[in-house]
């Protein structure tokens, strides 16, 4: 069985304060580059070319029994920069397992055994449904105990075009971090009510409406505002608003010519959002240089957003 699903890029989440009974919530996109593409085939014993693919198989055979598999990773999704390597594996791992054998699990069934996409579920819904989403944070009480529900879901236009940094400078340092993430999110300050209310007021009032209208200025001011208004909560985990000095000045560049730019989730990863093919080209060679005259470089490439999610190829 050969099944491809898409990564995603974060925006941020409205409400790390609580005090409404709820917590998170994702912004965010599915996006068509890069992808992930897997194999599973029946095998003798458990198998794989990727080592956080055999965790993934130990950790689902906790719930779940199920005769051994070879996973075999034919494209990845890069680790570690912010666009859902991890969640995006253990979902599909789990739906491919659970196709083989006949399992008949829900993808919820199998974010709750894989523990992923279960505190922020823009990944768990990038390969459900795929397309710009909201999704709605879990109760207090419910902390990974149950997939937070779908708000919102919009099909991406076809000349929204998103230019992606992945710049190759910080990647080490932040691969460290983000192997913390989860001690991190266990001590993390509560966010002040008035901030939470703000970044809510800015989801509702101007982020959804201006997507549903099509308005792509005002969403992409929307957007930055509210991902920027996070960076200085998240500052103290960070060097600055972003992640880095580099990421810093990295999204000075992506305003120039874009309706926004963001950090996605800890970076290093950045984008930013424009209408057309040539503003993208424009903007894409103009981060090239920027990355290449202040580092080592880096990635960086035009996608559209994915509107399908998951796709089994075969099998």
């Known amino acids: 069985m050969r099944i491809r699903a898409p990564a995603h890029l974060h925006t941020g989440n409205p409400d790390l304060s609580g005090d409404m009974g709820r917590l998170y919530g994702t ?15 029946k095998s003798d014993r458990d198998r794989s070319n990727d080592e956080d693919a055999l965790r993934f198989l130990r950790r689902f055979r906790e719930s779940y029994d199920f005769p051994p598999v070879e996973v075999v990773v034919h494209r990845y999704i890069p680790k570690w920069v912010g666009v859902g390597f991890h969640t995006t594996l253990a979902l599909t791992i789990g739906v491919g397992v659970s196709r083989l ?10 974010a709750l055994a894989m523990r992923r996409g279960l505190i922020t579920a823009l990944g768990f819904y990038a390969v459900k449904v795929g397309g710009f989403i909201y999704e709605g944070g879990f109760p207090v009480d419910k902390r990974e105990k149950a997939v937070p529900p779908l708000i919102f879901r919009g099909e991406m236009p076809e000349d929204w075009l998103l ?13 460290e971090v983000r192997k913390r993430e989860d001690e991190i999110l266990g001590n993390l300050k509560k ?3 008035e901030l939470a209310d703000r970044l809510s007021r800015i989801v509702l009032m101007k982020i959804l409406p201006s997507f549903v209208e099509r308005n792509i200025k005002t969403f992409g001011e929307g957007l930055y505002q509210f991902n920027h208004l996070l960076g200085e909560f998240w500052s103290d985990y960070q060097e600055n608003v972003y992640c880095c000095d580099l ?3 990295g999204i000075k560049v992506m305003l120039e010519k874009a309706h926004c730019a963001c950090q996605t989730s800890w970076g290093p990863t950045f984008y930013g959002l424009v209408d057309g093919i040539e503003q993208a080209e424009a903007l894409r060679a103009e981060v090239e240089a920027f990355l290449r005259e ?13 509107n399908r999610g998951m796709v089994v190829l075969d099998g």
């Open 27 to 41: 912004v965010g996109f599915a996006i068509e580059t890069p992808s992930l593409e897997l194999e599973i085939k």
């Open 101 to 110: 054998y006949g399992l008949e699990l829900s993808l919820e069934d199998i």
């Open 163 to 175: 230019v992606v940094a992945i710049p190759e400078t910080p990647r080490k340092a932040l691969a």
């Open 191 to 193: 966010m002040p009510p």
């Open 247 to 249: 990421v810093n000045e």
């Open 294 to 306: 202040n580092g080592d470089g880096g990635e960086v490439f035009i996608t559209k957003g994915d």
